[in-house]
């Protein structure tokens, strides 16, 4: 999810702890466990800081190691114990229980987006995306700010929130089936179809989907129910020979391939070099695909310019790359 409803997830899972007797209790408690579940809310989402080295290194680790079972364990440790440091009278056990939970709630709504986490980490890898809720869902995140709200005008915390996470909770299932009918639509329609990716919109009834079957692509919208398919693409492997060889070992073509599950490849030749693109086919937009992966090899194989990341235009891409 996006930052602002992973805060008012924080805020929301502190007033839900006021049904823990402890901590509805100890006023003192109450406040250090509203710290610790803003805090923890957000806290997976650390790896945003690697933006500043470069795209390839986030690409590789957003939603990573941060989101991993190792890491969910030492978050809701580390901020429960800070938090305590500084009120060491209260109830270490119940900070601790509400914090972790704020934590793995995080990497728990993470995984129903399109970007998915690797929250099995250590023991699995897998890239883990099931593509249902959007990253920013106006419904989600505006029943929390109703209940914000009426928590600031008296209502009480514990059942009020309990109300909205009940009814949050048959939204994800709402969801869960519109997508389940998509991907049986597409099934029926591609008998030899391999893989569906669905990448819901702020629209509640307008989906982007990615297609693979045995030997093609297929890129389209569903709205309303109805599948519209816009591209498609012939599957075509990697090819084995030393130019693309140089250009899957560059650190940014080798990000995106280490995220991407549906993409395609072109190559170009200009005056001097070769340029190699991998386009990722889940996110088209306005006739475009923002998600890429470029690089530029010179006529002895080496690589003078490459770039990954979301770019809107062949202008803005350009003035990433070296050679223009």
């Keep these: 999810m996006d930052t602002g409803t992973h805060i008012v997830m924080g805020i929301a899972l502190g007033g839900l702890a006021t049904l823990d007797p402890v901590v509805q209790s100890d006023p003192t408690l109450f406040h250090a466990v509203m710290a610790g579940t803003i805090i923890g809310s957000n806290a997976p989402d650390l790896d945003t800081v690697l933006k500043l080295r470069n795209n390839a290194i986030y690409i590789r680790n957003h939603r990573g190691i941060t989101h991993s079972i190792p890491a969910v364990i030492f978050f809701g440790v580390a901020i429960s114990s800070l938090i305590h440091a500084f009120v060491p009278d209260v109830s270490f056990f119940h900070l601790w229980a509400w914090t972790f939970a704020a934590v793995i709630i995080h990497v728990f709504v993470d995984l129903f987006n399109a970007y998915g986490t690797q929250a099995f980490r ?43 996470y009940s009814i949050i909770a048959l939204y994800y299932v709402k969801r869960y089936l519109d997508k389940r009918e998509i991907v049986k639509k597409i099934k029926d329609y591609f008998p030899n179809t391999e893989n569906v990716t669905t990448s819901p919109t702020m629209k509640q009834n307008f989906w982007r989907v990615a297609i693979t079957t045995k030997d093609k692509f297929y890129v389209g919208i569903v709205e309303n129910g109805h599948i519209q398919i ?11 020979n030393p130019m693309m060889d140089i250009a899957v070992l560059d650190q940014n073509i080798a990000a ?36 890429v992966a ?28 070296i050679i223009t």
């Design 122 to 164: 250590p023991f699995r890898n897998k890239w883990i995306a099931h593509g249902f809720i959007n990253t920013f869902d106006a419904y989600i995140f505006n029943l929390h700010i109703i209940g914000i709200i009426t928590w600031i005008l008296g209502a009480n915390p514990g059942p009020t929130w309990l109300i909205i």
């Design 230 to 240: 816009i591209d498609e693409f012939h599957k075509r492997p990697i090819p084995k």
């Design 256 to 291: 995106f391939l280490s995220f991407s599950p549906v993409y395609r490849w072109e190559v170009a030749e200009y005056d001097g070099y070769t340029e190699v693109r991998f386009i990722d086919l889940r996110y088209r937009s306005k006739d475009y695909y923002p998600f």
């Design 294 to 321: 470029v690089v530029q090899i010179d006529a002895n194989n080496n690589i003078i310019s490459s770039y990954t990341g979301w770019i809107h235009s062949e202008n803005k891409l350009k003035r990433k790359l």
